[in-house]
T-cell receptor, first 112, second 111 residues
Framework: DAGITQSPRHKVTETGTPVTLRCHQTENHRYMYWYRQDPGHGLRLIHYSYGVKDTDKGEVSDGYSVSRSKTEDFLLTLESATSSQTSVYFC???????????FGQGTRLTVV | DAKTTQPPSMDCAEGRAANLPCNHSTISGNEYVYWYRQIHSQGPQYIIHGLKNNETNEMASLIITEDRKSSTLILPHATLRDTAVYYCIVRSMEYGNKLVFGAGTILRVKS
């Protein structure tokens, strides 16, 4: 898993509350990604980062923000959680160049 | 990045070779073909990648056609544990480029 840790692994939260998910990596990979996966769907890119303080939007970024103040941490924030954001969230990290991406084990988020 | 097209599902008998196709007809010269798989809601796992030559590692072989418009992932002796969703991705090495997944192929290995 190349030292990818997601926290928390499971969370239940109420609609309208802010939620922050953390992705931590120990291998100094430059690229980091956040995806969501819903039943019957593939992984959809939310946001990604190609370096400290360099982030960009993916295909489903509405309602999400990210921050990357250190190489090892990539935070995903739901400013005001909605039921449509109930999902499994995956983080990934990748070195620059022709390399593989390593994924965390996922965070299951339920918004009630 | 170029789009990819994969069949939604395939079956394979245990012990036989599984051949998973992927079309990427708009691939450009600096784009690599990557394969990942996801086993039952775990995080995706890297399998193999290539540019234009065929590649082989301990998990699989990747065959890319000469015109690079399609490729095939080969699992030489499929086992029940190879049942998973397999994703074919095309990605360039340009700085800041993102990793985008499509729908993938559900491979069911049956005994």
């Amino acid at each position: 898993d190349a030292g990818i840790t997601q926290s928390p692994r499971h969370k239940v939260t109420e609609t309208g509350t802010p939620v922050t998910l953390r992705c931590h990596q120990t291998e100094n990979h430059r690229y980091m990604y956040w995806y969501r996966q819903d039943p019957g769907h593939g992984l959809r890119l939310i946001h990604y980062s190609y370096g400290v303080k360099d982030t960009d939007k993916g295909e489903v970024s509405d309602g999400y923000s990210v921050s990357r103040s250190k190489t090892e941490d990539f935070l995903l924030t739901l400013e005001s959680a909605t039921s449509s954001q109930t999902s499994v969230y995956f983080c990934a990290a990748q070195r620059v160049g022709n390399t593989e991406a390593f994924f965390g084990q996922g965070t299951r988020l339920t918004v009630v | 990045d170029a789009k990819t097209t994969q069949p939604p599902s395939m079956d394979c008998a245990e012990g036989r070779a599984a051949n998973l196709p992927c079309n990427h007809s708009t691939i450009s010269g600096n784009e690599y073909v990557y394969w990942y798989r996801q086993i039952h809601s775990q995080g995706p796992q890297y399998i193999i990648h290539g540019l234009k030559n065929n590649e082989t590692n301990e998990m699989a072989s990747l065959i890319i056609t000469e015109d690079r418009k399609s490729s095939t992932l080969i699992l030489p002796h499929a086992t029940l544990r190879d049942t998973a969703v397999y994703y074919c991705i095309v990605r360039s090495m340009e700085y800041g480029n993102k990793l985008v997944f499509g729908a993938g192929t559900i491979l069911r290995v049956k005994s």
